[in-house]
């Protein structure tokens, strides 16, 4: 069964069309990857999704119903959530501050829920967020992401100016995030990492997906290793 259908999606803003006829589905569950280089259109169909930018035409369906159309608030009531690029955290905020911020009255067992996600969190509840490492501050910005239990969990660039170490741990808990019943959508430039994890994938250039099929067919397709793998098919 698929959480997210995205049918023919298009998008133009002012005078620039940004996305093209895009088709995906995202399963229950699962986890689908979304690849490309800078400025393809990734981030943009996720703002499409979460109800930032209003599509020129087609359709996202969530669990059968379509919501083009609707505010980002409402989107994030059905249960979509976005933990944007560039993480987007309150730094002048504390750690607990940012994780319960606009997820209404503080829920106990949500916070240590998350915080058995991230246990580097709950040792820094108390802590500016601004204060954190790159790698805190990702973890932070997809913990609170959670706080709200979505039953879809967007995911923009997360391994962004990361070390390679801290990536492999972010992706290692993307795997876990999904193994609790998250449906997990992500935009990734680092094809290698995304696709060890992935059910399945599509790659976007100029606004078009270009390939689509399971993450192993991708992860061994030549054009693939070629333009985001350095030349070395992936093992996954």
Do not use: W
């Amino acid at each position: 069964m698929n959480v997210l259908e995205i049918a023919n999606l298009s998008l133009r803003i002012g005078v620039q069309d940004i996305l093209h006829d895009i088709s995906l589905d995202l399963p229950e569950k699962g986890i689908y990857a979304i690849l490309g280089a800078n400025g393809v259109g990734k981030t943009s169909l996720m703002r499409c999704i979460s109800g930032i930018y209003h599509p020129t035409g087609g359709e996202i369906r969530y669990e059968g119903k379509n919501i083009v159309g609707l505010k980002s608030h409402q989107i994030v009531d059905l249960g979509i959530l976005q933990a944007p690029e560039g993480r987007q955290i309150f730094s002048n905020m504390s750690v607990l501050e940012n994780l319960t911020i606009g997820g209404g009255p503080l829920k106990t067992a949500e916070l240590d829920r998350v915080l058995g996600l991230f246990p580097k969190l709950k040792e820094r509840l108390k802590q500016g967020a601004g204060s954190l490492s790159g790698g805190e501050q990702q973890m932070l910005c997809i913990g609170r992401a959670l706080m709200r239990r979505p039953k879809v969990l967007l995911l923009d660039e997360p391994s962004l100016g990361l070390a390679p170490m801290l990536v492999r741990f972010i992706f290692d808990l993307v795997e876990e995030i999904r193994a609790q019943g998250y449906s997990i959508l992500i935009v990734e430039q680092n094809a290698k990492a995304a696709l060890r994890i992935a059910d399945r994938a599509a790659v976007i250039e100029g606004g078009k997906i270009v390939m689509e099929g399971s993450a192993k067919e991708l992860a061994s397709d030549s054009r693939v290793a070629d333009a985001y793998l350095g030349g070395h098919v992936a093992a996954h």
